[in-house]
Nanobody, 114 residues
Framework: QVQLVESGGGLVQAGGSLRLSCAASGSIFSINAMGWYRQAPGKQRELVAVIRSGGRTNYVDSVKGRFTISRDNAKNTVYLQMNSLKPEDTAVYYC????????WGQGTQVTVSS
């Protein structure tokens, strides 16, 4: 079994920054990709950013230029640096790992006030 533990969420004013972390532990045999999703109230969960095993990254258009995903392979940890935050970034952010199976974190709340 694989466990994902997220941290770094919180309340921030518009224009501010937050850094999310997600540490994976347990029976990790391979990691094909790690990423972050988010779900705002009344909306579907959407992919925010993903980093693949080769280092290639993808972002949803709404965060390009503001968010940066990175990964520490030695620590099996993925980060999401979020700058220039907007109220519409408010959501629960979930860590996702694709390995031998799909794994999800418990979610961390990000609230951006205007």
């Amino acid at each position: 079994q694989v466990q994902l533990v997220e941290s770094g969420g919180g309340l921030v004013q518009a224009g501010g920054s937050l850094r999310l972390s997600c540490a994976a532990s347990g029976s990790i045999f391979s990691i094909n990709a790690m990423g972050w999703y988010r779900q705002a109230p009344g909306k579907q969960r959407e992919l925010v950013a993903v980093i693949r095993s080769g280092g290639r990254t993808n972002y949803v258009d709404s965060v390009k230029g503001r968010f940066t995903i990175s990964r520490d392979n030695a620590k099996n940890t993925v980060y999401l640096q979020m700058n220039s935050l907007k109220p519409e970034d408010t959501a629960v952010y979930y860590c996702h790992l694709i390995g031998s199976s799909d794994y999800w974190g418990q979610g961390t709340q990000v609230t951006v006030s205007s």
